[in-house]
């Protein structure tokens, strides 16, 4: 038997005490309940559910180990990147990082300044240092034969009782207003210790091969060169190939760069040197690569400031002054001759198409001496390069009128051939 709850009307056993749907009690009296049933089955009523509230102490937790986490991922990600680094040398990665730190420390005492945002750099100068006056400009000399770039001298400078640290110094170059800078990171502060005028290869723009007649230049400070080695270079000799032969060319010493990151950073041949038999290049562009001093600033460059692994700077000739370089020449009250606008330099072509005054050339004291076969192809004399005795030509020579022989033939013979 069943009959309807009186509270929902759903059909319940006759026995059940309280309503399986409803939970309503039922009495005992099935009569009164069966008398009147509902039109309509209610839907069961369903309990609402309390949420449970949750502990201060578990969000804490869960706070602390999301940001753990964070961290930890954000210093894996600066390790990698740290270690896609190339260094070509552990020593000179460390000496070239603190020292680059230093630097762009002194450019603004911003810390968002970068040393990879060389442009930035440039941009922001508010404080740029006036260009030079109309009196002083580049200009074009044919040298032995060859188009090459002069300007007005400066003198040179060196305050070497300011230095603290030698191995902290680094050295800067303007190919722009042909000078090298020593500077030193000192307590936040950037400190000029020297400069000397300087001439650099004959055109203008970055090395790309070997024989292009170009100095390499850095794409950043964050790329710098550095001084790979310091040789005695008092009896170098080179050919120019332009009729003197042979000669002294380099000064006393020659500081090797390396070009790490360049891309020519396999060419070993370019160095920093003196000017032998060529101080009238300086400064300009006249080198096949180089970079020229005069022979007194290398010895004292050598002395007092350079080390092996010294970072250098080579800047672009676009590429003006730094922000620690104005600081430091403000503060030092440094005066210079150049400083050229970069928008008003001389270009490779109109360095072609220009009226070049007249340099040096083959004077009467060299053309003697040739004669003599005292300076021929590489500073060999006539007879060595004849095969004839020197008594034979010595013979030969006092025989009035006559023609030398084919086995003591000319100079211009000789270089006929």
Known sequence: MSKPC?????????????????????????SDNSTTQPNFISAPQTT???????SPKRFFIALLFLITLGSFVYYCGQGNSASDKTPTNEHNELHTADLCTDV?????????????????????????????????YEYVVEDFGKRTIRTQADESLCFTDLMKNKKNCFILLSKKDYYLYVYEPQNGDTVMLARFDCAFALKKGDKSKQGDMRTPHCVSMS????????????????????????????????IRLCLA?????????????????????????????????KDNDIKILRKNFVTEKMMVIIKAEDVDDYDFEIKAMRKQNVKRKRHFNPANILTNEQVDKAK?????NKGDKQLAREKEGEIIG??????????????????????????QTSKNKTLNDLHSK
């Not at 170098?236 to 000064?251: A, T």
């Not at 020197?390 to 020579?397: A, G, H, M, T």
Request: aromatic share 6%; charged share 30%; glycine share 12%.
């Open 261 to 293: 990151g360049h891309q020519v950073e396999g060419n070993n041949s370019i160095g920093i040197h003196g000017s032998t038999n060529n101080e009238e290049s300086v400064p300009g562009r006249a080198s096949e690569g180089c970079i020229r001093l």
């Open 378 to 403: 590489e500073n060999k004399t006539l007879e060595e390069l004849s095969g004839q005795p020197k008594e034979k030509r010595q013979d030969n020579s006092n025989e009035k009128g006559k023609k």
């Open 6 to 30: 009186p509270k929902c009307g759903a059909l319940i056993s006759d026995s059940a005490s309280l309503c399986q749907y409803c939970g309503c009690p039922i009495s005992g009296n099935s």
């Open 356 to 360: 070049p005054q007249q340099g040096r």
């Open 104 to 136: 762009v420390e002194n450019m603004d005492g911003d810390e968002d300044d970068t040393l990879d945002s060389d442009e930035k750099v440039i941009s922001e100068q508010s404080e740029q240092l006036p260009y030079s006056g109309k009196d002083v």
């Open 223 to 254: 790329k710098p060169f550095y001084v790979s080695e310091i040789k005695n270079a008092s009896s170098w000799c080179h050919d120019f190939g332009d009729g003197r032969g042979s000669i002294k060319s380099y000064g006393d010493y020659f």
């Open 48 to 54: 609402k559910l309390k949420r449970k509230e949750h």
